[in-house]
């Protein structure tokens, strides 16, 4: 359960910036947020989603191997395979969602004062 709860508190953290971005706009025109929100808003939301879904999938297969096949429960049901489910479920989010961070490209735009300063995502690929 305590990986359950630091993942979805990870969701919430990392999703944050993004309902900032929907309400008010984060046209700053640094090229950090443009990076930001080109590369790593998605990505990390959606790994931290991923994650607490496969959490609560291993929750469910242990569940069911504690009701079905009790007598296998006590081998399988250990705090070192727990940290592993815990761990792999982590990864697998992190890892499918990597490609999302090259979707988006960030592109110059003209800044205030005609220079070419400043930053912005885009989506065309």
């Known amino acids: 359960l305590l990986g359950l709860a630091v993942s979805n508190l990870l969701v919430l953290i990392s999703a944050l910036p993004g309902l ?16 930001y ?15 607490s879904v496969y959490i609560i999938i291993c929750m469910t297969v242990n569940r069911y ?4 096949k009790p ?13 592993i489910s815990i ?5 697998g989010g992190i890892l499918i969602h990597i490609p999302l961070c090259f ?5 110059c735009k003209e800044g ?3 220079t070419g300063t400043g930053g ?3 989506n065309s690929s």
């Open 20 to 35: 900032y971005d929907i309400s008010t706009g984060l046209e700053d025109g640094s090229y950090s947020t443009a990076f």
């Open 37 to 51: 929100q080109a590369h790593m808003k998605l990505p990390m939301i959606n790994s931290f989603m991923a994650s």
């Open 65 to 68: 191997i504690s009701i079905y």
């Open 71 to 83: 007598t296998q429960f006590q081998r399988i049901h250990t705090h070192k395979n727990a940290r």
């Open 87 to 91: 761990a792999a479920s982590f990864a």
């Open 103 to 107: 979707f988006q490209k960030v592109v």
């Open 112 to 114: 205030h004062d005609g």
């Open 120 to 122: 912005g995502a885009d």
